[in-house]
């Protein structure tokens, strides 16, 4: 692909790692969220991995992460907790936060747990397949930073992508993965358009009077996205009241949403909110029994007639697991001008720039 570089998973990891270690990060810190940054590209989420490193720079030369946190339990009963992130990166909280669900649930039967004060997390669906892995169904949400989806009948933006993941284990199967933004598309993707220098189509986003925009550098910028469904014919009040809900779990209810008294009534980028549940099936149902029925089910799905047979049917999660297998092989695509915003991020941040 033209202006596209492959990059394997090992060095992006080690360039990852240079860069926080200038910022002085907690080795810890660094671990996780080199992870959750290197599984993410590889599953295909290009908007979430790499992709993220310029804003997150951006955001701590404004003060806004921080970069030694004190990460926090503020608040802690048997089936919830809240934890403060001290402005931390959003991936090390994040982390904590579904371990601690899935210890919670596996005691209780279910678990919430809260974050406040956080910054962007990469990839909600790295949160709910973490459950999994830990034999539990698990959500992770959070209310996106900057405000970016334009409310129905709306003209400015006023609500963040606000993503929701579900996954589920299975005995046989992969897990059950969902993980969608509730904008028409996550901001990402524009920002992947405007660093390739394409269009966008149709439906994704406004200009500044209400028309639908195209051109992908403009989307970006303007950052009005519309609800998923696109409009109120179409269903985008849906969208709309799932980010609603979205924004009331991760920043209402942790205390997110306002920054204090000079700010309320406000929605805040400096405050980022998150929201984690955990379920153990296994203190609902004999152990086994939830994941052996999502694999009849899984493979019921699969076996649906495809309108296409090239293209058959599928279930959240399978493109994931199978664009994991072909980069961990063949390496990681990632465009020249964000190779350059690397760079860039690099040199302004003392670190060695590895992919040369």
């Known amino acids: 692909m033209a202006n596209v570089r492959l990059i394997p998973a090992d060095l992006l990891r080690r360039q990852l790692i240079a860069v926080f270690e200038t910022w002085g990060m907690l080795p810890e810190h660094i671990a996780t969220t080199v992870e959750v940054m ?29 970069d030694k946190p004190d990460i926090r339990i503020v608040r802690e009963k048997p089936a919830v907790a809240l934890i403060d992130a001290d402005r931390s990166l959003g991936h090390p909280p994040s982390v904590m936060a579904m371990q601690l669900a899935v210890k919670k649930a596996k005691a209780v039967g279910v678990a919430v747990v809260g974050v406040r004060n956080s910054n962007h997390f990469g990839a909600a669906g790295y949160y709910s397949r ?9 959500m ?8 970016a989806m334009v409310p129905t009948f709306g003209r400015e933006a006023v609500l963040g992508t606000n993503p929701i993941a579900f996954a589920a284990p299975a005995t046989t199967n992969p897990p059950f993965a969902l993980d969608m933004a509730t904008t028409t598309v ?22 500044d009077s209400g028309a639908p925009e195209t051109d992908g ?3 970006y910028a303007a950052r009005r996205l519309t609800p998923l469904g696109g409009d109120r014919e179409r269903g985008s009040h849906k969208g ?9 779990l991760c920043a209402v209810l942790t205390g997110s949403w306002s920054d204090g008294p000079e700010t309320a009534g406000q929605r805040t980028k400096h405050n980022v909110g998150h929201f984690f549940l955990a379920i153990d099936p296994a203190l609902v149902r004999p152990d086994g029994e ?6 009849r089910m899984i493979d019921m799905l699969h076996a649906t007639p495809a309108a296409d047979p090239a293209n058959p049917v599928q279930v959240a999660g399978d493109a994931e697991v199978r664009m994991t297998a072909y980069r961990t092989e063949h390496g990681i ?3 020249e001008t964000l190779i350059e915003e690397t760079r860039r991020v690099a040199e302004e941040s003392g670190a060695p720039f590895l992919f040369g």
């Open 186 to 207: 996550a901001v990402g993707k524009l920002n992947i358009a405007r660093r390739l220098g394409k269009a966008i189509p149709e439906g994704w986003a406004f200009n």
């Open 217 to 219: 550098a403009a989307a």
């Open 290 to 295: 939830f994941q052996d029925d999502m694999d």
């Open 130 to 138: 973490m459950a999994t892995g830990l034999g539990a169904i698990g």
């Open 240 to 248: 709309y009241g799932l980010a609603t809900m979205v924004e009331i």
């Open 140 to 147: 992770a949400m959070t209310n996106a930073p900057g405000p």
């Open 38 to 66: 290197v599984t993410t590209d590889l599953s295909g989420v290009d908007s979430h991995g790499l992709g993220m490193l310029p804003a997150y720079h951006l955001r701590r030369s404004q003060g806004i992460v921080k």
């Open 333 to 335: 695509p990632v465009a």
